[in-house]
């Protein structure tokens, strides 16, 4: 029974040719040519998804991202001590990451639309739930390059990982000078790195792959204590970082808890909540808007806060009218000058399409009375170049018809109809 089980659970079942594997690896740790060309496109895919909240291009953009070759092949460098693969997706993962972040950034700078949507936001502030995905998700991903059949796995796990739009992101703080952003966005991308590549390193081991060949014994020692030290120091503290994001996952929890519980399901409205984790002690800010605390109040929730768990942490409140009031007006005011930015841009498009347009319901109507043998209409403008300085605007009519029509009489009442100076008809076949 336990060796039924054993067999059914075992990943050396399907198993590709071990040194067959490690040559794809070695193959797609390069960031030359093609692939250096669709890292950039992917990158300005990704990029247009995260400004304009688009989830499905964002995920079309992870899709063809290559950027997990690079990862993948120092999860095997480590697995194997090749020392020589290491170097090679060591440095071709720094190329990727700095063409990322260039293209990336050069777009965001170009682009006239930089409105802070939800995508951008969900990539600034990694937790616990991203060391998960990233570690499961590399997971997936060995595993299934290891295989003779690599199935559906591996488009997933590049949906799953998610590295191209923490990087997209922080090529916007860059663009918009907005370090919390770039800092955010980046220890992201750098969390996800790690714990893919730790995960590739556990599979190989399990695998057992042969580590590399060395010219001599004590050079293959050299090369293996020092990759076993490069082991050790991204291991511990990916565990400690770990270990602090589910603290503040869980930090960020209880503190909803204790608001829902002593505050708004006692009919108390909270307006105001700030918190700063990383502070000592760790500072909890709230704001009530119909209720006024006195200080034993305070110290009393601040002793009922200690006995839910949450030590070394200062729970205050504001209670200066003026100054919550200055507080909550510049933040409608910076909400209200997001949208009066994006509404001033919409405009100008608007009026820029509405330039080519003719929407006219009546002149339709009008045109199926004085002209009944036209069944088919397409109208609208055009823009003429008679020279390089200067641009005009021209009537278009396209038109179907099986009888012949007074094309004179026609033009003449279009331009009198629309009040221009000229009018193109062209009739269609």
């Known amino acids: 029974m336990k060796k039924s089980i054993l067999e059914f659970i075992n990943l050396s079942s399907g198993e590709e040719d071990k040194k067959k594997v490690l040559e794809n690896v070695f193959a797609n740790t390069s960031f030359r040519g093609s692939n250096l060309w669709i890292l950039a496109c992917a990158i300005i895919v990704a990029s247009v998804g995260l400004n304009v909240n688009s989830t499905a291009v964002i995920i079309g ?23 020589e693969l290491l170097k090679k997706s060591v440095k071709n993962l720094l190329v990727a990451t700095v063409v990322s972040l260039i293209v990336s ?5 170009l682009s006239p639309f930089k409105d802070v949507q939800s995508e951008l ?6 937790n616990i739930y991203d060391v998960i995905i990233a570690f499961f998700g590399g997971l997936v991903g060995v595993i299934a390059i290891t295989r003779v059949e690599k199935g559906n796995p591996i488009p997933g796990v590049a949906i799953a990982t998610a590295l191209m739009p923490p990087l997209c992101t922080a090529g916007y703080g860059i663009s918009t000078f907005n370090l919390s952003f770039f800092a955010g966005a980046f220890y992201l991308y750098t969390i996800n790195c790690f714990f893919i590549c730790i995960a590739t390193f556990f599979v190989v081991k399990y695998l057992k792959y042969p580590p590399a060949n060395f010219k001599s014994i004590r050079y293959a020692r050299q090369i293996r204590l ?8 991204m291991i511990v503290p990916s565990a400690y970082l770990a270990y602090n994001l589910w603290n503040e996952k869980k930090f960020t929890k209880t503190i909803d808890q204790f608001i829902n519980t002593e505050f708004t399901n006692k009919g108390n409205m909270v307006i105001f909540k700030k918190l700063n984790y990383s502070s000592n002690p760790k500072k909890v800010e709230l704001a009530l808007l119909n209720r006024k605390l006195t200080n034993e109040e305070i110290k009393e929730y601040n002793r009922m806060l200690s006995d839910m768990g949450i030590a070394n942490t200062e729970l205050s409140f504001r209670q200066n009218s003026e100054d919550l009031k200055a507080e909550i007006l510049s933040e409608i005011n910076k909400q209200e000058n997001q949208i009066s930015q994006k509404d001033i841009a919409i405009n100008e498009l608007k009026n820029e399409l509405d330039k080519y347009k003719l929407d006219d319901p009546a002149l ?22 008679p020279n390089t300085d200067s641009v005009t605007i021209q009537g278009v009519m396209l038109y179907k018809t099986d009888k012949p029509i007074d094309e004179v009489k026609l033009n003449t009442w279009l331009k009198e109809r629309l009040k221009a100076t000229n009018f193109l008809l062209i009739r269609k076949e």
């Open 105 to 109: 950034s050069a777009y965001f700078y």
């Open 364 to 385: 339709t109507k009008e045109l199926n009375i004085l002209f009944p043998e036209i069944t088919d209409i397409s109208i609208g403008n055009i823009e003429q170049h």
């Open 226 to 233: 020092g990759i076993t030290a490069l082991i050790f120091i």
């Open 121 to 126: 936001l969900a990539r600034t502030a990694p």
């Open 61 to 83: 953009a992870m899709l063809i991202s290559p950027l997990m070759g690079p990862i993948v092949g120092a999860g095997f460098a480590l697995g194997t001590y090749d020392f």
